[in-house]
């Protein structure tokens, strides 16, 4: 079955826009919100009661929570560790993990019951305020990307720094690394091996949100800010090397490079969708003024003239394109749902004091007359490194035993009719 997709939005819809979500160091948007089901409706006559009653209870439990979560999800969220601990979070990720092997029954071995139940979720970065489908597979992708979005909000928690404390401390910066991991995992697997199980129409007319080159730029991100992150420590660690530092730096813009690339020419949705465009904009434009800088004082440690030459062109470069991410960071948290700008920490509170004083010490003044697209053509080219991180290898739960009574039933019942067999999954 295809796809159906509200146009406008409906009278009680449930989308809404916080006005403003505070600081932010991680981007995460808004949580989509699934709508309220009954299974019985649709699969009364083909389960029993007690596994019909309880996929209703475990989906209703998730709409209740998110509902309550999400619009407060973004608003608060330094506030909301504080005085919870990171518990919402906790209990909403262990309910998706309860829901999940049970859903999973619905498609277990090509299960007809897959097409048979319509599923609907709020949007938050697609224009359409809601996507309905009669697919159980969209269901998982939903699930999965709402466990993502909950990984990357756990990770924004531990790197927003606590009240009255000038930076993030090294333990919960390397925590952050994890979960980085895990919501990258998270998000690689659906695109890998959940949206190729949808029908060619369903991937068609799936939101924005969902969309595969969405799910793959937030994969990015993550990875990108792992090394941000790695970067910042090397930062601070006297044994770091200037050589260490710059492949970082090197490997960050190729990070954010990829995830712009996959977003860039997607139609996002006003608010949300235009918010994440506008960060990876600006963490790209961040990533590339701190490979320039490095890379610039490396090629000022050789004796020749030549490159004293490109290092000179190299910090300049990078004194560019650190003006233009502020720049950016201004247009992305002047973009509704309003954000504030998180105190620089780490590696940008870095950069933004050593880029102007180094350029002012090893560049010559006539040289700053020059206009910024002249500095960026002159600038050498960035050394091309591997990337060295790949996301945590994510597999779906089995589904749940209770399945096992199921099919046992559904066997006898029609053991005199040939079944085909279906492995998707």
């Not at 071995?109 to 709020?122: A, E, I, P, T």
């Not at 105190?343 to 560049?363: H, R």
Request: charged letters at 25%; aromatic letters at 8%; glycine letters at 4%.
């Amino acid at each position: 079955m295809g796809c159906v997709a509200s146009t406008a939005k409906e009278p009680g819809g449930s989308r809404r826009l916080p006005s403003n979500i505070g600081e932010i160091f991680v981007f995460v948007p808004g949580l989509r919100i699934p709508k309220p089901l009954d299974f019985s409706e649709s699969l009364g006559d083909q389960l029993s009661k007690d596994l019909v009653e309880r996929l209703t209870a475990l989906r209703t439990r998730i709409v209740v929570m998110v509902g309550q979560e999400a619009p407060s999800f973004a608003r608060s969220r330094k506030k909301s560790a504080t005085q919870h601990g990171g518990s919402t979070l906790a209990d909403l990720q262990q309910a998706l993990e309860d829901y999940l092997p049970v859903l999973l029954g619905l498609v277990k071995d090509g299960n007809q019951l897959q097409q048979m139940v319509q599923f609907v979720w709020v949007n938050q970065e697609d224009d359409l305020e809601e996507t309905s489908m009669f697919s159980a597979w969209y269901e998982v992708l939903s699930i999965i990307h709402l466990m993502a979005l909950l990984s990357l909000s756990k990770a924004n928690l531990l790197l927003l720094p606590k009240m009255h404390q000038a930076k993030v401390s090294d333990e919960s910066r390397r925590a952050s690394v994890d979960v980085f991991l895990k919501a990258a995992g998270y998000l690689d697997f659906a695109v890998q091996h959940v949206i190729p199980q949808l029908s060619p129409e369903n991937r068609r007319n799936l939101p924005v949100d969902l969309a595969a080159g969405v799910l793959r730029a937030l994969c990015l991100q993550a990875l990108g800010q792992i090394v941000d992150v790695q970067l910042g420590l090397a930062i601070d660690s006297t044994k770091a090397t200037l050589a260490v530092k710059r492949r970082l730096a090197c490997e960050m813009v190729k990070y954010w490079q990829q995830a712009l690339d996959n977003i860039s020419n997607l139609h996002m949705g006003n608010g949300w969708g235009e918010k994440h465009q506008l960060f990876i904009k600006w963490r790209y434009l961040e990533a590339k003024a701190a490979a320039y800088y490095y890379h610039g004082l490396i090629l000022d440690e050789t004796s020749t003239k030549q490159n004293h030459k490109m290092a000179a062109a190299a910090l300049q470069a990078a004194g560019e394109y650190l003006e233009q991410s502020k720049k950016a960071s201004e247009a992305f948290h002047a973009t509704r749902p309003l954000s504030k700008n998180l105190p620089a920490w780490g590696t940008m509170k870095y950069l933004y004091e050593k880029i102007p004083k180094d350029i002012f010490n090893k560049v010559q003044v006539n040289r700053d007359l020059r206009s910024h697209e002249s500095i960026i053509e002159s600038a050498p080219t960035l050394p091309d490194f591997d990337l060295a991180l790949k996301p945590d290898e994510y597999h779906l739960p089995a589904a749940d035993p209770c399945w096992n009574k199921e099919n046992l039933k559904s066997t006898q019942q029609t053991s005199d009719t040939p079944t085909e067999v279906d492995d998707q999954y």
